[in-house]
């Protein structure tokens, strides 16, 4: 298993402004995620934090309103950036580890972050 | 990504057994099934995955059609505590994402 710490656990931001997030793992992992998920909605897939290089993003989720950073095996940031309250959401981070053929069969989140943009 | 169809919604008695079902049609010959859940105010939670046959492990089972475009996750006894919203997700390849469906909401009655 893996133990995430996410900060902030939650922030109330002004529009126009830009948070970052910090996702924290307690041990080495291969691959890092961004999720969204909106009030009462699913989560959606916002990147794939890579290690040393750029994030890989999924449709509809852009590196110049969330750059996203990864510096080592264990840390990752989301920025968001310039924020509109269309924003508001939860944030979440995961990880996961792989296993035989390059598959990871677990994925473990982060308690997420908490978006408020008035 | 293929795709995952569940219920909306199903609801329980405590201590008796659920059937979460899932329809993957279009699963591919690589994907692997997964199964999560989120409490409420909680990030998910992994429960369990399998390929081809089933699965069982300390928090539920996993019974995968013999054709693979469906898979039941059971719950053997339900309790309060498995009030949840359970993802059915396939995932496969060097991406390793996962996609989130609607799910299905468990309501778990005392």
């Known amino acids: 298993s893996a133990v995430i710490s996410q900060k902030p656990s939650r922030d109330i931001c002004q529009r126009g402004t830009s948070l970052t997030i910090q996702c924290q793992v307690d041990?080495?992992?291969?691959?890092m995620f961004w999720y969204r998920q909106q009030p009462g909605q699913s989560l959606t897939l916002i990147a794939t934090a890579n290690q040393g290089s750029e994030a890989t993003y999924e449709s509809g989720f852009v590196i110049d309103k969330f750059p996203i950073s990864r510096p080592n095996l264990t840390f990752s940031t989301l920025t968001v950036s310039n924020m509109s309250p269309e924003d508001s959401s939860i944030y979440l981070c995961?990880?996961?580890?792989?296993?035989?053929?390059?598959?990871?069969?677990?994925?473990?989140f982060g308690p997420g972050t908490r978006l408020t943009v008035t | 990504d293929a795709k995952t169809t569940q219920p909306n919604s199903m609801e329980s008695n405590e201590e008796e057994p659920v059937h979460l079902p899932c329809n993957h049609s279009?699963?591919?010959?690589?994907?692997?099934i997964h199964w999560y859940r989120q409490l409420p105010s909680q990030g998910p939670e992994y429960v369990i995955h399998g390929l081809t046959s089933n699965v069982n492990n300390r928090m539920a089972s996993l019974a995968i059609a013999e054709d693979r475009k469906s898979s039941t996750l059971i719950l053997h006894r339900a309790t309060l505590r498995d009030a949840a919203v359970y993802y059915c997700i396939l995932s496969g390849g060097a991406t390793n994402k996962l996609i989130f469906g609607t799910g299905t909401l468990l309501a778990v009655q005392p």
């Open positions: 041990s080495q992992v291969t691959m």
């Open positions: 995961s990880v996961a580890r792989l296993g035989i053929e390059q598959i990871s069969y677990e994925q473990y």
């Open positions: 279009t699963i591919s010959g690589t994907d692997y």
